[in-house]
Nanobody
């Protein structure tokens, strides 16, 4: 069974940094685009960043220059380095990926999320 498991969330003061990881397990042959989303209390889920299989990246305007997405295909993992964190970055962060599995190609596969809380 395929799983995406996030880690690295926690409580940090404004201006601090966190590095989120999302590790995949199961019969996965390759990854397509990998993404991070977040959802704050009472708000809709929003896109944060994406990295394509070739390495090109896309960011939400709200995190440009502060967050960096990266991937390690050998480790079946995607990362989100978050610097200069602000209280408005507080949310549950979830990874999402397109992947080739034993059962076929799967789009928008989700992890369970990890809480990030930024105190002012």
């Amino acid at each position: 069974q395929v799983q995406l498991v996030e880690s690295g969330g926690g409580l940090v003061q404004a201006g601090g940094s966190l590095r989120l990881s999302c590790a995949a397990s199961g019969r996965i042959f390759s990854f397509g685009t990998m993404r991070w989303y977040r959802q704050a209390p009472g708000k809709q889920r929003e896109f944060v960043a994406a990295i394509a299989s070739g390495g090109s990246t896309t960011y939400a305007d709200s995190v440009k220059g502060r967050f960096t997405i990266s991937r390690d295909n050998a480790k079946k993992a995607v990362y989100l380095q978050m610097n200069s964190l602000k209280p408005e970055d507080t949310a549950v962060y979830s990874c999402n990926a397109d992947m080739s599995t034993l059962s076929g190609y799967v789009r928008d596969y989700w992890g369970q999320g990890t809480q990030v809380t930024v105190s002012s």
